[in-house]
């Protein structure tokens, strides 16, 4: 089972920060928050990843709370084209065996 | 940009047959991943493959479906009799170690498979 849990949708204005959150409280202490998004039905495209210390990419930021028991992804200058379905999911396992669960994950709808 | 390559990106089986899904990972990554996802539903974990043999995989995994990477640079998925709930997109990852860390997984475009 999925170890993340998030809202089923949110809408954002375009050109608008889209804030999403997720709350992973029971994640372990050397496992990885990862975020995807699929647009449709096309192969989940990574967005970020992270531990513990925040992270920013070309894409999107990622704020971790220090306790590790949320998280949130950040589209700064949230666009049309970033209409999808955005999942949390914590990395399971260890190396050579890990998997990524993924939950039901937050439809972003971003309106014009 | 290196991808995840899946064909073919549409499959139509009869009932009982069996199908090979094809995917070509990344060339450098050492781990490989095959998701389903039936229409209107998430995205499920089937198996995991690493250092040439399955190391994790899921209770839909079962006796009818198997893995392979047959020459070094394709991994298969071989449904032996489909059944019409096979019915679903799916989806092949990879990913590499960079030192002593499992980089992210990229995923294929996916196969739709229908099975009639």
């Known amino acids: 089972d999925a170890k993340t849990t998030q809202p089923p949708s949110m809408d954002c204005a375009e050109g608008r920060a889209a804030n999403l959150p997720c709350n992973h409280s029971t994640i372990s202490g050397n496992e990885y928050v990862y975020w995807y998004r699929q647009i449709h039905s096309q192969g989940p495209q990574y967005i970020i990843h992270?531990?513990?210390n925040n992270e920013t990419n070309e894409m999107a930021s990622l704020i971790i709370t220090e306790d590790r028991k949320s998280s949130t992804l950040i589209l700064p200058h949230a666009t049309l084209r970033d209409t999808a379905v955005y999942y949390c999911i914590v990395r399971v396992g260890t190396s050579g065996t890990y998997k990524y669960i993924f939950g039901t994950g937050t439809r972003l709808k971003v309106l014009a | 940009e290196p991808e995840v390559t899946q064909t073919p990106s549409h499959q139509v089986t009869q009932m009982g047959q069996e199908v090979i899904l094809r995917c070509v990972p990344i060339?450098?990554?050492?781990?490989f991943y095959w998701y389903r996802q039936i229409l209107g539903q998430k995205v499920e974990f089937l198996v995991s493959?690493?250092?040439?043999?399955?190391?994790?995989k899921s209770e839909i995994f079962d006796d009818q479906f198997s893995v392979e990477r047959p020459d070094g640079s394709n991994f298969t998925l071989k449904i032996r009799s489909t059944k019409l709930e096979d019915s679903a997109m799916y989806f092949c990852?990879?990913?590499?170690?960079?030192?002593?860390?499992?980089?992210?997984?990229?995923f294929g475009q996916g196969t739709r498979l229908t099975v009639v």
């Open positions: 992270g531990l513990k």
């Open positions: 990852a990879s990913s590499m170690v960079r030192g002593r860390l499992n980089t992210e997984a990229f």
């Open positions: 493959f690493y250092n040439n043999e399955i190391s994790e």
């Open positions: 060339s450098n990554h050492l781990y």
